[in-house]
């Protein structure tokens, strides 16, 4: 068996690629690090928890107990981050903990253990803001506007110092924005859709034109995967989506696809700071490596709303705080198997 470490494995995209790697390689024993945050939810693996290639590790990043769990794994997929930019603009010290020094931990960590591949998950707001026009390379200059993302950029900084000091044998990520199952209901997606099924105000800040490259998580999923195994060290890769949308034209679309009224739109106060457009040029993800996304926006977006009509149970546990419960008889258990 091979061991692989995936940090933020209970959070969105986390938990969709763990479910993605023990699919595709059965000889992959999967080490999950988590602290459990508030995005950080059980329940998006509880059909996982039983399996014998799985295993969960209730950890901050930033304890000393890394060194331990890095230990013996070949691969690291480092995924777990404070991820919101609205609460980095409210608090940007638990980012700056987090995607800094917890990246430097874990990578300290890495190192010292010989891991053989690690793969950065960052992300396409380390580049700022775009025009009407024009699409992020992997060249393009980092420039972000939101803690969330300068703490994103600070990490992949000391990613790369790594590579070029210690010949670290890393690679770094940059994707667009995800949709898709168990994403939390804070990000714009999942909490229109939760906002039009409760026949609740869809908030779009500002005017609405701010134009984001959604992309599939399980199209994220699958480049990641290929990154890993076929990534050159020291090298940034981008990612992403098949189209680009404004997100007043994303909630309309969403309150046509349930059946809404378009008057559930409200406008509200804009984000401080707000990124205009991001898109995002992968052809160099392509060209090494044949990588394309795969799953159109219009029918990944209806698959999505399928998915949270579906899983009410999710969505309401997930809004009302109550995921918060089964972690504790989750660990009792285990704790009790263990004693
Ligand atoms: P998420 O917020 O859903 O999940 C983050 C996970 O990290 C949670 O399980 C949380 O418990 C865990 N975590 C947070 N702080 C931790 C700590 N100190 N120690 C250990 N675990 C901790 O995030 P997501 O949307 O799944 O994003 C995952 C990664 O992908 C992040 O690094 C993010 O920057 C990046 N990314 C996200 C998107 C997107 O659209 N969601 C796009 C590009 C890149
Ligand atoms: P978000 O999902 O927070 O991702 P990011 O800011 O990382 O791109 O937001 C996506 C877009 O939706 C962004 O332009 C901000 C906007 N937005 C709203 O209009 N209303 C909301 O309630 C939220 C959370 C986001």
Same mark, same amino acid.
Request: proline content about 4%.
């Given at each position: 068996?091979?061991?692989?470490?995936?940090?933020?494995?209970?959070?969105?995209?986390?938990?969709?690629?763990?479910?993605?790697?023990?699919?595709?390689?059965?000889?992959?024993?999967?080490?999950?690090?988590?602290?459990?945050?508030?995005?950080?939810?059980?329940?998006?693996?509880?059909?996982?928890?039983?399996?014998?290639?799985?295993?969960?590790?209730?950890?901050?990043?930033?304890?000393?107990?890394?060194?331990?769990?890095?230990?013996?794994?070949?691969?690291?997929?480092?995924?777990?981050?404070?991820?919101?930019?609205?609460?980095?603009?409210?608090?940007?010290?638990?980012?700056?903990?987090?995607?800094?020094?917890?990246? !430097?931990?874990?990578?300290?960590?890495?190192?010292?253990?010989?891991?053989?591949?690690?793969?950065?998950?960052?992300?396409?707001?380390?580049?700022?803001?775009?025009?009407?026009?024009?699409?992020?390379?992997?060249?393009?200059?980092?420039?972000?506007?939101?803690?969330?993302?300068?703490?994103?950029?600070?990490?992949?900084?000391?990613?790369?110092?790594?590579?070029?000091?210690?010949?670290?044998?890393?690679?770094?990520?940059?994707?667009?924005?995800?949709?898709?199952?168990?994403?939390?209901?804070?990000?714009?997606?999942?909490?229109?859709?939760?906002?039009?099924?409760?026949?609740?105000? !869809?908030?779009?800040?500002?005017?609405?034109?701010?134009?984001?490259?959604?992309?599939?998580?399980?199209?994220?999923?699958?480049?990641?995967?290929?990154?890993?195994?076929?990534?050159?060290?020291?090298?940034?890769?981008?990612?992403?989506?098949?189209?680009?949308?404004?997100? !007043?034209? !994303?909630?309309?679309?969403?309150?046509?696809?349930?059946?809404?009224?378009?008057?559930?739109?409200?406008?509200?106060?804009?984000?401080?700071?707000?990124?205009?457009?991001?898109?995002?040029?992968?052809?160099?993800?392509?060209?090494?490596?044949?990588?394309?996304?795969?799953?159109?926006?219009?029918?990944?977006?209806?698959?999505?709303?399928?998915?949270?009509?579906?899983?009410?149970?999710?969505?309401?546990?997930?809004?009302?705080?109550?995921?918060?419960?089964?972690?504790?008889?989750?660990?009792?258990?285990?704790?009790?198997?263990?004693?």
């Amino acid at each position: 068996m091979i061991k692989v470490l995936i940090t933020g494995g209970a959070g969105f995209i986390g938990s969709n690629f763990v479910r993605y790697m023990l699919e595709r390689h059965s000889d992959y024993q999967i080490v999950v690090l988590d602290k459990l945050t508030y995005a950080g939810n059980l329940l998006n693996l509880k059909d996982l928890l039983n399996e014998p290639r799985l295993t969960v590790v209730r950890l901050d990043l930033c304890d000393p107990g890394v060194a331990e769990v890095v230990s013996g794994c070949e691969f690291v997929v480092h995924l777990a981050a404070e991820s919101h930019v609205d609460r980095s603009i409210h608090d940007a010290a638990v980012f700056v903990r987090t995607n800094v020094e917890g990246t !430097l931990q874990l990578v300290e960590c890495c190192r010292r253990a010989n891991v053989k591949r690690y793969v950065q998950v960052s992300t396409d707001e380390v580049y700022g803001s775009l025009g009407p026009r024009g699409k992020f390379t992997e060249t393009s200059p980092i420039d972000p506007s939101s803690p969330y993302s300068a703490s994103k950029a600070a990490a992949d900084m000391l990613v790369q110092s790594y590579f070029r000091t210690h010949r670290f044998p890393a690679m770094i990520t940059r994707c667009s924005n995800n949709y898709g199952p168990y994403q939390f209901p804070e990000k714009f997606i999942p909490l229109m859709i939760s906002q039009a099924l409760a026949n609740q105000n !869809l908030p779009v800040y500002g005017d609405g034109q701010n134009v984001r490259n959604w992309i599939h998580v399980t199209d994220h999923c699958v480049a990641l995967d290929l990154i890993l195994h076929r990534g050159r060290e020291g090298q940034v890769y981008n990612i992403g989506g098949p189209s680009e949308c404004a997100n !007043l034209t !994303l909630a309309r679309r969403i309150l046509e696809l349930t059946n809404r009224p378009k008057s559930l739109i409200k406008f509200v106060t804009d984000r401080p700071g707000h990124d205009r457009r991001y898109a995002i040029n992968y052809g160099k993800l392509k060209k090494e490596m044949g990588w394309e996304p795969a799953i159109e926006f219009e029918q990944g977006l209806a698959q999505t709303i399928e998915w949270y009509e579906g899983n009410t149970v999710w969505l309401e546990t997930t809004k009302n705080g109550e995921y918060r419960e089964y972690f504790k008889k989750y660990y009792l258990h285990t704790a009790a198997e263990r004693a």
